[in-house]
């Protein structure tokens, strides 16, 4: 069964500072793995998709990276801003559906 | 072109009560997922539709079924709602393309059971 941590679980940190998020899966399997970005009580906005063949997508301020073999993500964001506060959620693909992590509560602050 | 879209966006029931939910997809996509998400937590898959029969099930109770019209837009349906059914109920539009997809999440619903 597949099963999606993400970490940590909250992040408070000044403007300008670059940030890592860490998501990790247990089944290598997959089709692909997407980055979602959640503001309060709002749907989910699809930040990058990282295809199972590629190692890394890049958007703007954001980066992720897939290492398949080691079941391991990560989201790198440059020069954070206060706008990028919000959770960020990642999820893997394996049959068609999403499987998401519990997400990164991300505040940054002025 | 409108995105997706979901209505209504927030409801109010009673223990033991029935709900229907909303879905029109963005347009030219055909299959729709459901997502569960409880406060604090990810989504959680509920079910897919495609050509207007349930593709998959995620671990949902037979309480939870749902519905694909011709035209692609999907309803979800919850009977004898427990105060544990409370959450964010997202829609999912999605197109497969040439061994990939595109997905789109619309806003949700917000239930909450009394």
Redesign the interface.
Known sequence: KQEVTQIPAALSVPEGENLVLNCSFTDSAIYNLQWFRQDPGKGLTSLLLIQSSQREQTSGRLNASLDKSSGRSTLYIAASQPGDSATYLCAVDSTDKLIFGTGTRLQVFP | DAG?TQSPTHLIKTRGQQVTLRCSPKSGHDTV?W?QQAL??????IF?YYEEEE??R?NFPDRFSGHQFPNYSSELNVNALLLGDSA?Y?C?SILFVLG??E??????T?LTVT
């Open positions: 997706v997922s997502y604090g937590q990810g989504p959680q898959f897919q593709r998959q995620g964010l997202l999912a990939s997809y997905q789109y999440f619309g806003p949700g917000r």
